[in-house]
């Protein structure tokens, strides 16, 4: 039997929906969305356009882009890269693409699973004492209390990495596939809950007014190339995991019909995460600019006064961690799925063994919040070189490359055999993919790191 023909393949369509869904939804949405909009207070209008802009004209074209590479390659997003190129007679360099990816993707996982720890200990702490709060200044003591912690910061990323190689190590359909079913429907329900609260106790005008204010002319720097790294990130596309999870779809799954679905459900979820922390953050007098701990130190104010709040709250974050969780997961099985196909490597062996390195650099990440907090590169510490690394540089420009790879290098016979759609829906997309999506991604860095003079 072939290597190809032996791979697994989701249980069906909507699996493969579900763990993408899975992979895009998560801190991105919850955490980092509400933490960069409040931080680009002003111009968040502008921010979350290029942000949708971005999602519509750059992300869903690209999204099935990398589908496709994924399908057509069969194989870890390097072998993908290799398989197609040889097929369209391209160069072999093309694979370092897909180097880039899964390198990329223990990147971001190193201080994915940081953040995702603070998640887990705030989950605990309603757990077994049931935080109160009563003032905004409580809740920015006990959250810099955390971070101020090494010891309790490690922990919790231990605990997460663990989570997220034990799915991981259990495979493709019996891990991946299995945790998502169970923990993103709740996911969904807990959401409308929120926003239904945001709505009921919060300031849900004042907030959708936040959210839309356009004011072009106070556009701060930093925030158009935030937007369009915020649509990379909120889609995971460009680091290899939506390449991977796209290698294990059947030839029936129809990829266009199928990626609209995940654009739009997974947009949706970051505007309505966004609405409904922004509703409570100004319900409750509180300034939405406060960094990346705003979910803590805003959300526990509101859990607090609401009835059965506590209850609330524990939900909350263990719905936090569920999208965290299927997100870290589809950070590490591209690396894991390379090591197992390039070297015959047991998958468990492979899974723990890659977690390994991750975990050490998040445990220099969680460092650079206290005791290596004055380690900085162009005034960031380690945590926010990582983060803007991969989501400002290295997401958009492997984008770039996947756009051209696949626009003008692929050949039409495999792309058409590929993409199943009507004729005039396939004309529409693959011009976008192969005008607009360069042309856009081009534009956003002049402007940013020409026009803007990002890094003065
Ligand atoms: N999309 C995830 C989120 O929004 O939290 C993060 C992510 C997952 C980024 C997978 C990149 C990736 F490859």
Redesign the pocket.
Known sequence: MSKASSRSTWSNRWAFILVTIG???????IW?FSYIAGASEGSVGVFIVVYMACVALIGLPLLMAEILIGRRGRGNPVAAMLNTAKESNNSSWWALLGWVGIFG?LM?LSF?SVVSGWMVDYFWQYLVKGVQVNTPEETRVAYEAMMADPRRLVFWHTVFMVLTAGVVARGVVSGIEIANKIMMPLLFLILILLTLWGAVAGDMPAALRFMFNLKIEAVKPGVVIDGMGHAF??????????MAYGSYVDKQTNIGHTCLWIAVVGALIGLLCGAAIFSLTFGYGLTPSTGPGLILQTLPLAFSDMPGGRVFAIFFFLLVIF??WT??I??LEPFVSWLTERFGIRRAFAAWGTALPVWLLGVAVCLSFNEWAEFKVLGRILFEVLDQLATRFM?PLSGLAIAIYVGWRLGKVIVVDEIQLKQRTFTLWFNVLRFVVPVGITLVFLYELVLRDWFG
């Open positions: 992979s895009a939804v998560g801190l991105g949405n980092k993707a971001i994915y990130f909120s889609l995971s596309l460009g680091m290899g995991a939506i999208a965290a997100s870290s589809s950070l997401m």
